[in-house]
């Protein structure tokens, strides 16, 4: 990691989004305590962490692979922060029960994590993590290893759960869609820099560069004759797809040929082959076509419209 | 369209074996057990039952002949003082060793499994593997030697001048002696030098497998590095430390040639069982001895069971 700043405000849902490599889990740990920096300062709540080991710090993590202990039941292993605070044993498993209840698995102390299903044991990390009330929870891929509708009802309880509580939430993730969906404000990472960070809205409308533009959605990313078509001349521009609309060729401000269409159930995208300005510079745009409209067949000439304000200018790097 | 096959035609006897083997899967794990099954069933568990069948029967005291009855006489006899005493003294030297074997193998099989990479892991291995290829009669040998009251340990305790301390060492009733090579020290030294390499093997095998992250959520919980010991690591490393002390004191249970060579000639299970099947002709008596270590370990494994110690499996 090189170069990274990031200053994350006390009760955000924070996201650090990137492909793998990209530096994301490396700054998890660095707040966690589990990777000490080369260079540069950690500060939690203002205080300088550089002397501070893990089990000092008031961060608790959710691991990727849930990191439950397989020899104690799911009590035990909720109630393992105050049994090593020396807290007693009664009081250390009312307090379980009521984390359980919390991630909605009552009754389930007596099981051994290998009784649990994936989505049961990502509820025992997380009212494990949270029984020692951080004043940060770190996630790391809470979500990776769970199937898609598990997923999206999980994200939907993680992000009730963190207005309930008032705890920053920090997570990694390498799912666009998890970031945006859950994050207040979301940091894109690349190569072990920070490429943009802001507002979920800024980062998918106004991708800072093309790294943000292509790992964030599928924004069609123009170089900057191809912008000069589309009316924003000298840079290079990303235009999202839902953006762009279908209408007849003829009077059109750019025309096109149907290449190819993948149908995505809320509407179809559809690959249209156009030349710009001096008719030669042919590049791919990939238009939305929502499920209401009619969707052109392979190799129709089509025309292609949009509001000039969805050209939005960007950095080539 | 009738010359059009979903199947290749068969290319001789190792075809029509493969789909054999392959419409019916238990013959060929039937083929390939078949010889070790058999050897296991008869050479391995036979001789075992002979062995159990030998010591229900009894010797005559006069003639020295065997009685081909079945009685509990023999069994009664290991109750003798005599004999309770060789029993007592065999199972404590075995707890002993094992106790310390695993003391000494925790921090070498946790750096090898934790720290060591590379050219490390292989000097670790060589280093842990290179004495178990030497002869075991060399190296007892050896520690006779190394042990006696000339040798190097002596002469280097006098020469730091902690010869009192070793003195004193061989002053303790009970267990001290002459020498440390005349004495149950020597002996207890030298089976943890013997045995330790399979204490240290499956230790780290299992401390192996606790994943990193397990001991960083330990870690993030609050917890220090010895309560992570405690409360982690050593409960997922138990399957390891039992088999490692599995080794270690059925070893220690059956040898007869290390406390025949240092020690006090004090008799242990094997040295009664090499006496009483050779020269006493005794063989009823050998093999209710021979029995006693087997109960011994089925009773361990049984205790260690209950605790739990096999649930991290």
Same mark, same amino acid.
């Given at each position: 990691?090189?170069?990274?700043?990031?200053?994350?405000?006390?009760?955000?849902?924070?996201?650090?989004?990137?492909?793998?490599?990209?530096?994301?889990?490396?700054?998890?740990?660095?707040?966690?305590?589990?990777?000490?920096?080369?260079?540069?300062?950690?500060?939690?709540?203002?205080?300088?962490?550089?002397?501070?080991?893990?089990?000092?710090? $008031? @961060?608790?993590?959710?691991?990727?692979? !849930? =990191?439950?202990?397989?020899?104690?039941? #799911?009590? *035990?292993? &909720?109630?393992?922060?105050?049994?090593?605070?020396?807290?007693?044993?009664?009081?250390?498993?009312?307090?379980?029960?009521?984390?359980?209840?919390?991630?909605?698995?009552?009754?389930?102390?007596?099981?051994?994590?290998?009784?649990?299903?994936?989505?049961?044991?990502?509820?025992?990390?997380?009212?494990?993590?949270?029984?020692?009330?951080?004043?940060?929870?770190?996630?790391?891929?809470?979500?990776?290893?769970?199937?898609?509708?598990?997923?999206?009802?999980?994200?939907?309880?993680?992000?009730?759960?963190?207005?309930?509580?008032?705890?920053?939430?920090?997570?990694?993730?390498?799912?666009?869609?998890?970031?945006?969906?859950?994050?207040?404000?979301?940091?894109?990472?690349?190569?072990?820099?920070?490429? $943009? @960070?802001?507002?979920?809205?800024?980062? !998918? =409308?106004?991708?800072?560069?093309?790294? #943000?533009? *292509?790992? &964030?959605?599928?924004?069609?990313?123009?170089?900057?004759?191809?912008?000069?078509?589309?009316?924003?001349?000298?840079?290079?521009?990303?235009?999202?797809?839902?953006?762009?609309?279908?209408?007849?060729?003829?009077?059109?401000?750019?025309?096109?040929?149907?290449?190819?269409?993948?149908?995505?159930?809320?509407?179809?995208?559809?690959?249209?082959?156009?030349?710009?300005?001096?008719?030669?510079?042919?590049?791919?745009?990939?238009?939305?076509?929502?499920?209401?409209?009619?969707?052109?067949?392979?190799?129709?000439?089509?025309?292609?419209?949009?509001?000039?304000?969805?050209?939005?200018?960007?950095?080539?790097? | 369209?009738?010359?059009?096959?979903?199947?290749?035609?068969?290319?001789?006897?190792?075809?029509?074996?493969?789909?054999?083997?392959?419409?019916?899967?238990?013959?060929?794990?039937?083929?390939?057990?078949?010889?070790?099954?058999?050897?296991?069933?008869?050479?391995?568990?036979?001789?075992?039952?002979?062995?159990?069948?030998?010591?229900?029967?009894?010797?005559?005291?006069?003639?020295?002949?065997?009685?081909?009855?079945?009685?509990?006489?023999?069994?009664?006899?290991?109750?003798?003082?005599?004999?309770?005493?060789?029993?007592?003294?065999?199972?404590?030297?075995?707890?002993?060793?094992?106790?310390?074997?695993?003391?000494?193998?925790?921090?070498?099989?946790?750096?090898?499994?934790?720290?060591?990479?590379?050219?490390?892991?292989?000097?670790?291995?060589?280093?842990?593997?290179?004495?178990?290829?030497?002869?075991?009669?060399?190296?007892?040998?050896?520690?006779?030697?190394?042990?006696?009251?000339?040798?190097?340990?002596?002469?280097?305790?006098?020469?730091?001048?902690?010869?009192?301390?070793?003195?004193?060492?061989?002053?303790?009733?009970?267990?001290?002696?002459?020498?440390?090579?005349?004495?149950?020290?020597?002996?207890?030294?030298?089976?943890?030098?013997?045995?330790?390499?399979?204490?240290?093997?499956?230790?780290?095998?299992?401390?192996?497998?606790?994943?990193?992250?397990?001991?960083?959520?330990?870690?993030?919980?609050?917890?220090?590095?010895?309560?992570?010991?405690?409360?982690?690591?050593?409960?997922?490393?138990?399957?390891?430390?039992?088999?490692?002390?599995?080794?270690?004191?059925?070893?220690?249970?059956?040898?007869?040639?290390?406390?025949?060579?240092?020690?006090?000639?004090?008799?242990?299970?094997?040295?009664?069982?090499?006496?009483?099947?050779?020269?006493?002709?005794?063989?009823?008596?050998?093999?209710?001895?021979?029995?006693?270590?087997?109960?011994?370990?089925?009773?361990?494994?049984?205790?260690?069971?209950?605790?739990?110690?096999?649930?991290?499996?």
């Amino acid at each position: 990691m090189d170069d990274v700043s990031l200053t994350i405000a006390e009760g955000e849902f924070f996201a650090m989004l990137g492909p793998s490599g990209s530096g994301k889990t490396t700054c998890l740990r660095l707040i966690s305590g589990f990777e000490k920096p080369t260079s540069g300062v950690v500060r939690i709540f203002g205080e300088d962490m550089g002397a501070v080991p893990p089990n000092q710090r $008031q @961060v608790n993590t959710v691991f990727q692979d !849930y =990191a439950l202990f397989p020899h104690m039941n #799911v009590r *035990d292993n &909720v109630s393992y922060g105050p049994m090593v605070r020396g807290v007693d044993r009664r009081t250390r498993l009312a307090e379980a029960e009521r984390l359980l209840a919390l991630v909605h698995l009552d009754g389930f102390g007596d099981r051994k994590p290998a009784q649990l299903s994936g989505g049961q044991r990502q509820r025992v990390a997380l009212a494990r993590a949270l029984i020692n009330r951080p004043r940060v929870l770190l996630l790391d891929e809470p979500l990776g290893a769970l199937d898609l509708k598990l997923r999206e009802a999980m994200q939907d309880e993680l992000k009730k759960l963190q207005r309930e509580l008032g705890i920053t939430f920090v997570f990694v993730t390498h799912d666009q869609g998890e970031a945006l969906s859950m994050a207040d404000r979301v940091a894109v990472f690349s190569q072990g820099r920070i490429a $943009q @960070v802001g507002p979920a809205a800024e980062i !998918y =409308a106004r991708p800072a560069n093309r790294f #943000v533009a *292509d790992f &964030v959605g599928s924004s069609n990313i123009l170089p900057p004759l191809m912008a000069a078509a589309f009316g924003a001349p000298g840079a290079w521009a990303s235009l999202r797809p839902e953006a762009l609309r279908i209408v007849p060729a003829e009077g059109a401000r750019i025309r096109g040929r149907v290449t190819g269409a993948r149908y995505l159930g809320a509407g179809t995208r559809l690959a249209v082959a156009v030349s710009g300005h001096s008719g030669k510079e042919e590049a791919e745009i990939a238009v939305l076509v929502p499920a209401a409209q009619m969707v052109p067949s392979e190799g129709a000439m089509v025309g292609i419209d949009w509001d000039t304000g969805a050209v939005h200018p960007m950095e080539p790097a | 369209m009738s010359d059009l096959h979903a199947s290749l035609p068969a290319r001789g006897l190792w075809d029509r074996l493969t789909a054999l083997f392959w419409r019916r899967p238990g013959l060929l794990v039937g083929v390939l057990i078949a010889a070790p099954l058999l050897w296991l069933g008869v050479v391995y568990v036979g001789s075992l039952i002979a062995l159990l069948v030998q010591s229900f029967y009894s010797i005559d005291e006069f003639s020295g002949v065997v009685q081909r009855e079945f009685t509990l006489k023999t069994y009664a006899e290991l109750l003798r003082p005599a004999n309770a005493d060789i029993i007592l003294r065999t199972v404590t030297m075995a707890a002993a060793v094992t106790v310390a074997s695993a003391i000494l193998a925790f921090p070498i099989a946790y750096y090898a499994a934790r720290f060591a990479k590379g050219r490390w892991k292989a000097a670790f291995y060589l280093g842990i593997m290179l004495p178990l290829w030497s002869s075991y009669l060399v190296k007892v040998y050896a520690w006779k030697m190394i042990l006696s009251k000339e040798g190097i340990i002596s002469w280097a305790a006098n020469g730091i001048g902690a010869g009192a301390v070793l003195d004193a060492l061989l002053a303790l009733p009970g267990i001290g002696g002459n020498s440390l090579s005349t004495s149950y020290i020597g002996t207890f030294l030298v089976f943890v030098y013997v045995w330790l390499p399979y204490m240290i093997l499956p230790m780290q095998a299992s401390l192996e497998r606790v994943p990193q992250s397990m001991l960083e959520a330990s870690a993030d919980l609050g917890a220090g590095g010895l309560r992570t010991l405690w409360s982690v690591i050593l409960p997922l490393a138990l399957p390891g430390v039992i088999a490692g002390s599995i080794f270690t004191f059925s070893l220690t249970l059956g040898d007869y040639i290390i406390p025949q060579i240092i020690g006090n000639s004090a008799n242990f299970i094997g040295m009664a069982v090499y006496q009483l099947q050779g020269t006493a002709g005794n063989i009823p008596l050998a093999a209710a001895f021979a029995v006693v270590p087997i109960v011994i370990m089925l009773v361990y494994l049984g205790i260690a069971r209950k605790l739990g110690a096999f649930d991290a499996l």
